[in-house]
Nanobody, 117 residues
C-alpha cells in the first residue's frame, strides 16, 4: 500500500488549499473500511494530529483548525482530501496523511504547506 500526498503550496493568509492523499495497492472495500488521519509538522516542532475521517464518515478536528478544515474522501478513487480555508501562518508545515485499516496503518510522504502573512 502506498499513499501519495499532494496539493501543498505557498499561499497568503486567508487563502485556501486542498490536499489530496491518493492510495494505491489497497482494495476499494478495505479503503472504505479504513480511517484516514491528517497530521502536520511545523519547523522545529513535533508532528501533530490535525483531523480524522472514520470509516463511518464521522469527522473530528484539532481545535485550531475546527471550522476551517474539512476532511473527506472519494471511495471509488481511494483518495482522501483535506480542504483548508482561512489559512493562517501557523498552519505552515508538512502535511501527512495516514490510512489505518483494521490490520495496519500506512503513511504518505508529506506535502509542504507555507502560509505567508
Amino acid at each position: 500500500v502506498q499513499l501519495q500526498a499532494s496539493g501543498g503550496g505557498s499561499v497568503q493568509a486567508g487563502g485556501s488549499l486542498k490536499l489530496s492523499c491518493a492510495t494505491s495497492g489497497i482494495d476499494t472495500n478495505v479503503f472504505a473500511r479504513s480511517d484516514v488521519h491528517w497530521y502536520r509538522q511545523a519547523p522545529g516542532r513535533q508532528r501533530e494530529w490535525v483531523a480524522e475521517l472514520t470509516w463511518a464518515l464521522t469527522t473530528s478536528y484539532e481545535g485550531a483548525v475546527q471550522d476551517r478544515f474539512t476532511v473527506s474522501r472519494d471511495r471509488d478513487k481511494k483518495t482522501a482530501y483535506l480542504h483548508m480555508t482561512a489559512l493562517k501562518p501557523e498552519d505552515t508545515g508538512v502535511y501527512y496523511c495516514k490510512v489505518r485499516t483494521s490490520y495496519d496503518e500506512y503513511w504518505g510522504q508529506g506535502t509542504q504547506v507555507t502560509v505567508s502573512s
